[in-house]
């Protein structure tokens, strides 16, 4: 039988479902909420509120978007060049690439990488979706960037398989040792990718 009250513990419940929140994580959190202004609270529980209705997915690049946009802005934008597909796992992939305002192309999400032990398959990602994008488009360019994981390696290779009858070119970020880190700690694809991508002084 719990000490605490109900409210606080259906609180803790809810915000253990959060991924990578651990009993104390989310008793923390609920304690935080509870002991704090009000104000906190409701702000919180009016952004979750409204993410069902204030947020859709684009039909186009299946970024997430506003809901009252009809494709995203990153697709629609006049400056954009839609020649040039950048392909990521996740939504915030594309917020990450937008940072270092580098990159005037289109993106297309995947939400996921191949994984059949996670039971993540093609067909479950947007890729068949991709390949018809890439003819509609006329694609020039397609950037896979994914990550350097198996995963990341694996989705990578099945969609250049999948596209490898067309015309368009198919090229993948650049891979290696991040700046400051040990050779001795770094694992196998990192220096794998590290020496395929090797240049001159």
Do not use: W
């Amino acid at each position: 039988m719990s000490v605490l009250p109900k409210a606080l513990n259906n609180l803790i419940e809810a915000l253990g479902l959060l991924p990578g929140v651990g009993p104390r994580s989310a008793e923390r959190f609920a304690y935080f909420l509870f002991k704090n202004d009000l104000s906190k609270s409701q702000a919180i529980a009016q952004a979750i509120t409204s993410l069902s209705d204030e947020v859709k997915i684009c039909p186009v690049t299946f970024a997430l978007i506003d809901a009252h946009e009809e494709v995203s802005r990153l697709y629609s934008a006049t400056e954009r060049d839609k020649q040039t597909i950048m392909v990521v796992a996740d939504p915030f992939d594309v917020a990450a690439i937008e940072k270092t305002n580098s990159y005037k192309g289109t993106y297309h999400v995947l939400n996921g990488l191949i994984s059949p032990i996670d039971g993540v398959t093609p067909e479950t990602l947007h890729i068949a979706e991709l390949v018809a994008r890439v003819k509609k488009d006329q694609a020039r360019e397609l950037i896979l960037a994914t990550n350097a994981s198996v995963e990341g390696e694996s989705t990578a290779h099945f969609i250049a398989k999948q596209l490898e009858s067309s015309k368009v070119q198919i090229t993948r970020l650049a891979q290696g040792l991040p700046i400051g880190l040990d050779i001795e700690y770094a694992d196998q694809i990192t220096l794998g990718k590290a020496l395929e991508g090797r240049r001159a002084l």
